[in-house]
């Protein structure tokens, strides 16, 4: 078989999410201003330094590993068995609405045999594997054209090895997270702005936006409110698109809608879970800030949340939706949708006809 696809998914994924799996829930804070833009001079250069093209984020599917969104396809690689190391890239075709094994990858077994703290580059077309550490506590979030958007802790003071609850606490109080563009062509980073480590959550990267919740009020109360602020990279300035979240009832998660590679249409969503309506799953524009339920589906008797997977060069949507066990991707139903029909809580255009294993 063509195994071109799959060294592609493979090499994107050590690539970006070796560094990158716990960023998303790294708290990366708020309340008062972000600094300025200012160049970063005492992080070393990285050694050896490789160019790099244009980067794309390569997107985890809720109930399994790295896809890839052609425009006509969607490919996802999954394990094949807990028993033996081989992985699956399944193909879900929207033209034809079927989902098939497009190849599998013997002796492959998923995020493995990596060390913390290190980027991993892979030729896939020499089989050789270039590594350049990363500072302490960083971690890769995003990317934009040829640059790596980082994340990382700087405190006043190191932390003990061994040190106490209280002793973290206390520097960590004075403590900001550092975002900076890596560029690893050169080694180069830049900052953009830091955030007090206290105060908020990293959500994700929109068209030039850093998307995090700040200012809290009434904190650790059930009526805890927070706001959600982007700091814009055009201009160097925080803004607010949602002064008040209830973090009571609202969770704010990134969303895993993307895009077909290379269309150069940014992913506009966050997923947004209502623990206050049963659950219910909304999607938050980062343009406009307006929150919009997702539709239910019914599915082999039994009503769940169409989850968006991504966007088909035609502009239709895939979702997902599991009406046996949402943690097991095997019994995973996707269907295509008119974008209109998805936002007024009607019903897909069509489903896929799923690969069953046996």
């Not at 506590?137 to 802790?153: P, Q, Y």
Request: a negative charge; proline letters at 9%.
């Amino acid at each position: 078989m063509n195994r071109t696809l799959p060294l592609i998914l493979t090499a994107a994924l050590l690539l970006t999410a070796c560094a990158s799996a716990d960023a998303t829930t790294s708290p990366s804070a708020a309340a008062s201003s972000p600094s300025q833009p200012a160049a970063e001079t005492s992080a070393p250069p990285l050694t050896p330094k490789f160019p790099v093209g244009h980067l794309l984020t390569l997107p985890q599917n809720q109930n399994s590993g790295p896809v890839w969104n052609t425009g006509d396809a969607l490919y996802e690689l999954r394990d094949a068995s807990n028993m033996t190391p081989e992985a699956l890239v399944l193909k879900t075709e929207y033209a034809a609405l079927t989902q098939s094994v497009y190849c599998d990858i013997p002796g492959c077994p998923l995020a493995a045999s990596h060390q913390p703290g290190t980027l991993y580059r892979w030729d896939w077309q020499n089989d050789t594997v270039q590594t350049i550490p990363m500072l302490a506590d960083e971690k890769i979030i995003a990317c934009e054209g040829s640059r790596f958007l980082t994340i990382r802790i700087e405190a006043n003071e190191p932390f003990p090895n061994f040190g106490s609850t209280e002793q973290e606490k206390a520097i960590l109080a004075h403590a900001v997270y550092v975002y900076a563009w890596l560029d690893p062509a050169t080694g180069a980073r830049e900052k953009i702005c830091t955030r007090p480590y206290a105060d908020g959550y990293f959500h994700n990267y929109y068209d030039g936006r850093i998307y995090y919740t700040g200012n809290f009020r009434n904190a650790d109360t059930p009526g805890q409110q927070a706001a959600l602020l982007y700091f814009d990279t055009a201009d160097g300035t925080e803004k607010t698109l949602l002064e008040t979240i209830p973090l009571d009832t609202y969770v704010i998660d990134v969303c895993v809608p993307f895009s077909p590679a290379f269309a150069g249409v940014p992913q506009r969503y966050l997923r947004v879970l209502n623990a206050g309506d049963a659950y219910a799953d909304c999607l938050l524009d980062m343009e406009t800030g307006d929150v919009l339920p997702a539709p239910t589906v019914t599915a082999e008797g039994v009503r769940r949340p169409a989850l968006l997977l991504a966007c088909t060069a035609s502009g239709q949507w895939l979702t997902t939706a599991n009406p046996r066990d949402s943690y097991d991707p095997q019994y995973s139903l996707y269907a295509l949708w008119d974008p209109a029909d998805f936002l007024a809580d009607g019903q897909p255009a069509a489903w896929v006809t799923m690969y069953a294993t046996e």
